[in-house]
């Protein structure tokens, strides 16, 4: 009987633990991170919910024993973060910065709508918010090999829209650095200075453009005029500031991680902003992960921002790794303490 109630007792310490361990990993941790990012309550201003580079794990490079507990794990991951960023920011709109999938740009025809199916079952969101879809180079291609036409026309016919939309005063263009294509401006878009009209032009790509100047980067400051710009690819939080004036950066700083203050940024007085966008995803080699949150108060001529820093992923598992050590030895040293005490 004794024997009995000393294993009963053990598995109960043991169940006890393991529950404990699951409950903070998979639930409390997101809450209390969720706990700690910045909030901003405005009745006119156009609130973004900005992700970048989820790049959901593939089946050719991701090809190994335990791969599937890899992909599912990592879609987890992303469904939970977002999923408490979009309860959260309540936001009116909701821009993915490319680089969608990790392999899109090489999977067949019926794998991509394979991973298409994953995308929306990961970033689920109700019909009223409006979605944009930006292609990454591992959408379409173009970083180690050029992007192919018909899988950048694949992409459009997956995610058709236009590369100009407006929402309220926010008009939002698309643009692509590795196409060398962007919109047409609308025509009526720069009939005053920006000063006196009521309209903010949001550049939306994923490869940088201030921060890596050219000839194409020079053509979208000139033909649409931004006063922001949302950027991705780096898988890091940055601020970039061009002086029109001077045609200079005047400001270049990258955001400490897990530092969650909004940042307010003037829009009329001469200066393009550029927000990079970190990595959602804790498989693309780096411990900081996010998604932007952004608030465009067009009548006031300001825009404030915030990174929503994600928990680590891999720190969860160490302690999964350790829970396990711990419960062997723990069970070891039970077992050799019932058969000689």
């Not at 469904?79 to 680089?99: I, Q």
């Not at 005047?250 to 990079?276: A, C, F, K, N, T």
């Not at 404030?304 to 680590?312: K, N, S």
Request: contains cysteine.
């Amino acid at each position: 009987m004794l024997r009995r109630n000393r294993l009963k007792n053990r598995a109960t310490v043991i169940g006890l633990i393991i529950v404990a361990t699951v409950i903070y990993n998979e639930f409390l941790i997101y809450d209390i991170q969720r706990l700690k990012w910045s909030l901003r309550e405005c009745s006119e201003c156009v609130k973004i919910l900005l992700v970048a580079d989820p790049q959901i794990l593939g089946e050719k490079n991701e090809n190994y024993f335990g791969s599937w507990i890899a992909q599912w794990d990592s879609d987890k991951y992303l469904k939970k973060t977002f999923s408490r960023a979009l309860a959260h920011s309540s936001p009116h709109v909701v821009a993915f910065l490319g680089d969608l999938m990790d392999e899109g740009h090489i999977a067949s025809a019926e794998t991509f709508k394979a991973y298409k199916t994953r995308l929306d079952s990961i970033f689920e969101m109700p019909d009223d918010i409006m979605k944009i879809y930006l292609p990454g180079d591992n959408d379409i291609g173009g970083e180690e090999d050029a992007v192919s036409t018909n899988i950048h026309n694949r992409f459009n016919f997956a995610y058709t829209q236009p590369d100009t939309l407006v929402y309220k005063t926010v008009t939002f263009f698309k643009v692509n650095r590795l196409t060398h294509t962007m919109p047409e401006a609308p025509k009526d878009a720069f009939l005053n200075d920006y000063a006196e009209r009521n309209t903010t032009n949001v550049v939306l790509s994923h490869m940088p453009l201030l921060f890596m100047p050219g000839t194409f980067a020079q053509n979208v400051l000139k033909e649409l005029s931004p006063q922001i710009i949302f950027t991705a690819h780096e898988h890091k939080a940055m601020h970039i500031s061009l002086d029109t004036a001077t045609d200079q950066l005047s400001e270049i700083w990258i955001l400490p991680p897990y530092e969650m203050p909004l940042y307010q940024l003037r829009m009329d007085v001469g200066d393009i902003h550029e927000v990079q966008i970190p990595t959602c995803s804790y498989r693309m080699g780096t411990p900081h992960t996010g998604y932007g949150l952004a608030y465009i108060d067009t009548q006031e001529k300001i825009v404030e921002f915030t990174i929503l820093w994600l928990p680590g992923r891999f720190p969860q598992l160490r302690i999964y790794m350790f829970v396990g050590i711990f419960i062997l030895a723990f069970s070891i040293c039970t077992q050799y303490l019932y058969l000689y005490f």
